[in-house]
């Protein structure tokens, strides 16, 4: 969900997330990717503090353009952290519910990609993980790779949290 966040279009913007929410909408989806966090901050100007039911999904892993370079995907373990704890900032809240690794950075390996996530998840920084644009394969590597970097007591705490 990717709307204006500048000018007289972010009231706009502001007043379509509310009527959106009023009218039954209780899924929105966004993304760091989306005005460089721009987007994530509109909806929390918009919407928080959150009605109940409602679940903002973002998404993580694309970096943004610099030093002459274009937006890149990005899967680095310390890239997916610091791309977490911004979005809990601009989102204002202590868990992403629902947490999306934007794309797979095919120079990572996807086991360190999840596996960043999964602790970030055992942490209580996130509540649920996704991946978009995933192949067939690469699923199956996730499956296999979902105990990558937790130990048993992690991985303990792991089942507690998505049994709950």
Known sequence: MQLPTEG???????AVARRAVELGVNLI??????GWGANEDLLADALHPYPEGLLI????GVAP???GREASICGRPEFLREQVDEGLRRLR??????LQL??????????????????LQVAGKIGHLGLSE????QLEENVAAADVGLNKEQMARLDEAVAA
């Open 29 to 34: 989806d966004t993304a760091h990717l989306y």
């Open 8 to 14: 007289p279009d972010r009231e706009r913007s502001i």
């Open 93 to 98: 809240v202590e868990r992403l519910e629902l």
């Open 102 to 119: 934007h794309r797979v950075d095919e120079d990572v390996p996807l086991a360190d990609q999840v596996g960043t996530l999964r602790e």
């Open 57 to 60: 999904a973002t998404k993580v």
């Open 134 to 137: 995933i192949t067939v394969g």
């Open 65 to 67: 353009p610099k030093d």
